[in-house]
């Protein structure tokens, strides 16, 4: 077990000092809370040991098995700045390494890759099979000798990361020693157990989306846990989902959101509709959820669609946010394209309405006249929540950061 430097950063007495005060007077009642204050939003270091304490430590998400829909495929991805590689390997698993070349460290898989038999180092061409075994080490031994016997290939195989998959999410639990998956997917899973058996579809190039925000990745996520901001953000959507149609989601510990209790969609002039899942309880023949899933996702589940968006937390006030839809396969064989075009449409203009006061937020935190703030005993429940999960991991977990995790 080694840690690395980086982490004295967040180990200086100052820092817990500071912490244990924030945590406080985040922990308390609502009516008496502030939230978490402006440095975790605003400074690099506060950004680190979020990763440290927060998202290492737990399960968090990193794309979608739809980016690698084949044996062979390969997904370069990036987690808090740390290089990764998504595959599916031959036997059709979705595994995760930690990208990067046993040899001289070069980047082993940069660009996205499909009909692969083996990930070949673009340097020296140390070749690994998909299972992440080290499989060939040209002129290791010198020109025509490939093999040496003071090197051991079984012992230089790639990283690979703790993974589980869930409605097509890949997360990874980068220390290896967090929580059992099923204990962390548990209690969403139960809540949308109608829809337990549908049949993901994803849309395609039609039901995919990136938004780059200038932002914390976590005022992205308090901005979803809320339906507070309908009126005044979104006045087309709150003109048929209005905001005394929402109630609030709140599962301390696990998710928050909000759901709405009219969820009728008309995507074309015809009347048309996307195919509901069959069986679902009547809930959800006119109500929708919106969950923000601690700590990186915003979920939607619908009676005709499932949305994932997807925070990349690329520096402490930089974000990018990925859209992914899935539709729910009825068994028919029919063409949706519009009406998934225009879904899309719908929900990244929801989207792009919410980048202004998301950066607007990320703006405010440089004031000194601001010290976390206050919340809506009514209306901010789930927003509150949010920043309990975070404090009580930032003050309760401690760094210990595995070699795997780095
Ligand atoms: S760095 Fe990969 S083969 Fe040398
Ligand atoms: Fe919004």
Redesign the pocket.
Known sequence: MQESNNLSLTETAGFDAALTRAIERVMAPISEATGIPNPFYTDAAFHEAEYQRVFALGWACIGVGADVPEPGDALPVTFFGRPLVILRDRTGQVRVFHNV??????M?VPEPASRLRVLR??????CYGMDGSLQATPNIGGAGEHEHADFDKSKAGLREVRTGIWFNLVFVNMSGDGAPFEDYIGPLAERWSDFKDVKLVHGGADSKASLEINANWKLAIENFCESYHLPSIHPALNSYSRLEDHFNIDVPGHFSGQGSLVYNPVLAADGRSLPSHRGISEQWETGAEYASFFPNMMLGIHKDHFYVVRLDPVAVDRTVEHLDIYYFDDGQVRDDSDLRRENLKIWTTVFQEDVMVVEGMQKGRASPGFEGGAFSPVMDGPTHTFHRWIAERLAGNRPRVSQAAE
């Open positions: 070349c046993s040899h001289r460290g070069m082993l180092c673009p340097y020296h061409h140390w």
